[in-house]
């Protein structure tokens, strides 16, 4: 027979979890009698939790919001969530930081040590990233493995499924980074004596890890830097490889909008002087073609020939599609 306080929590998370009980439902779920359930909403009902009776045949119990924040109980995968939640807040800009990261100290004083020694690897970095495609979760249980790893500095070993034939990589992990609701791992690859990022949702841990390791400083010593970096097909600094400059055939008004982390600024006559960058110039070129209007390229060549370069490729394109039968 499970201990008051581990069936109290049992039945908060019930009532939580549905806006109505019967009362012998709750019973029947917590293999107790109808008087030990009364007794037991009593009880939540002094720690300062609105719960109403409800009417029916055996009669039932409903959480009600209240008007003031009682205690809160969680169980152990509900306290990895809050933690993962609430360090994801503090770094993800959204202007709560600071508010995140009292809530985070306050939750780490009272975690028990079984806990504790879980979370204490959990270390979030975030990248700003915009027109990322959603993704897959993460199960924390990877995320778990994956800092304990970095934590302990201990070679990582996973697979891309329980079953991949393929031998599993080897890294040395040093970061988890999210980026656009997305988890990635930094991590030093020893097949391929390169560092690499992975998607988290793609690793499937495997056990035991390896040995212990010496950590590496990731190049410029600054992950959310060099992760922003390889985002953007840059091999060193956090910007875009290929920059160019053109004349819009648009007013300031209609390109503003679309302006992303480019600068664009009025040119007179209906026109703007915009600056955007791309991993390739050819890229940049079919990026500018998304306003649907007259370009002139201010600078560099590079991306002048890129445009005929684009034209070439949508002719070929075009003749090969208007010669395929229907």
């Known amino acids: 027979m499970s201990s008051p306080t581990s069936r109290l929590l049992q039945l908060l998370s019930l009532l939580q979890a549905r806006r109505d009980w019967p009362g012998a439902l709750l019973a029947d779920r917590l293999s107790v009698s109808h008087r030990t359930i009364r007794r037991d909403v009593d009880r939540l009902r002094e720690m300062g939790y609105r719960i109403e009776a409800t009417m029916g045949p055996d009669g039932g119990y409903r959480l009600d919001a209240g008007s003031e924040l009682p205690p809160l109980l969680f169980d152990d995968d509900q306290v990895v969530a809050l933690t993962v939640a609430l360090q ?47 993704t897959p979760t993460v199960s924390s249980e990877v995320l778990l493995s994956v800092s304990a790893a970095i934590r302990d500095r201990h070679v990582l070993r996973f697979g891309r499924a329980v079953d991949d034939p393929e031998p599993p990589r080897r890294v040395e992990p040093h970061h988890l980074v999210l980026s656009d609701e997305r988890w990635y791992l930094v991590a030093w690859d020893l097949d391929r004596d390169d560092w690499r990022i992975f998607r988290a949702d793609l690793i499937e841990p495997r056990t035991p890890t390896g040995p212990r390791f010496r950590p590496r400083e990731v190049p410029g010593e600054d992950v959310r830097a060099f992760v922003a970096a390889r985002f953007k097909g840059s091999e060193h600094a956090d910007r875009w490889p290929c920059v160019g400059t053109v004349l819009l055939h648009l007013p300031l008004s209609a390109v503003e909008p679309f302006v992303g982390d480019g600068a664009a600024e009025a040119a007179g006559d209906d026109r703007t002087r915009y600056t955007a960058g791309a991993w390739s110039w050819v890229a940049l070129a079919a990026s500018l073609n998304r306003f649907d209007t007259e370009i002139e390229v201010v600078e560099p060549p590079e991306l002048a020939a890129a445009f005929a370069v684009l034209a070439e490729r949508n002719v070929a394109t075009a003749t090969r599609g208007a010669a395929t039968p229907r």
Do not use: D, F, Y
């Open 88 to 134: 994801t807040a503090a770094v993800a800009g959204a202007g709560i930081g600071e508010a995140a990261l009292r809530a985070l100290t306050t939750v780490r004083q009272v975690l028990p040590s079984r806990v504790r020694h879980r979370l204490e690897a959990l270390e979030v970095a975030n990248v700003a990233r915009t027109g990322a495609a959603p």
